[in-house]
């Protein structure tokens, strides 16, 4: 089931990679935790391991450690809720916010010359992206709109 899992999201990574920022990833684990609940958090490591091998290990990498387990932590909390709005305007946010979570490790890494130099480098980091978050929202919440309902009414019928 987790094999299926990441390769649902990796196939539809890849047949929307000619889209800037536009892809299902946010959209599949948020629909794998709805019909799978916690099963989802053995997805997100497999997922990360085979980004990393196909894209390489760089520090953008060490971001989806803990940027996918949010999300799925999120729509863990919110599971009861039936609406596509809400999942829209959820996957929205957190494709406009993705940018903001990624620039922690920046944070870190430039804190090695002091605090101050650690802010701006994870600040510049997040507002050269933020028109890449921009598109990202954009996308996340269309593609949930439009997919949300016929997706959970055949997971459902496979349920």
């Known amino acids: 089931m987790v094999g299926m899992m990441v390769a649902v999201i990796e196939v539809c990574k890849m047949a929307l990679s000619f889209l ?10 948020i629909m794998f935790t709805l019909l799978f609940g916690w099963k989802v958090f053995l997805v997100i490591p497999v997922f990360i391991l085979i980004e990393g091998c196909v894209y390489g290990f760089g520090l953008w990498w060490a971001m989806y450690l803990y940027v996918w387990p949010i999300l799925v932590l999120l729509a863990w909390k919110f599971r009861k809720e039936e ?11 957190f494709g406009l916010f993705f940018g903001l979570l990624c620039c922690i490790p920046y944070v870190i ?21 933020i028109p890449w978050d921009i598109g990202h929202c954009a996308g996340n919440l269309v593609l949930m709109r439009v997919l949300y309902r016929p997706i959970r009414s055949i997971m459902g019928r496979l349920r």
């Open 20 to 29: 800037p920022n536009i892809e299902l990833t946010s959209f599949w684990l």
């Open 109 to 129: 890494i430039g804190a090695a010359d002091g605090l101050r130099h650690g802010l701006y480098a994870g600040f510049s980091w997040w507002v050269s992206g």
């Open 83 to 93: 609406s596509p709005w809400f999942w829209s305007v959820l996957s929205g946010m």
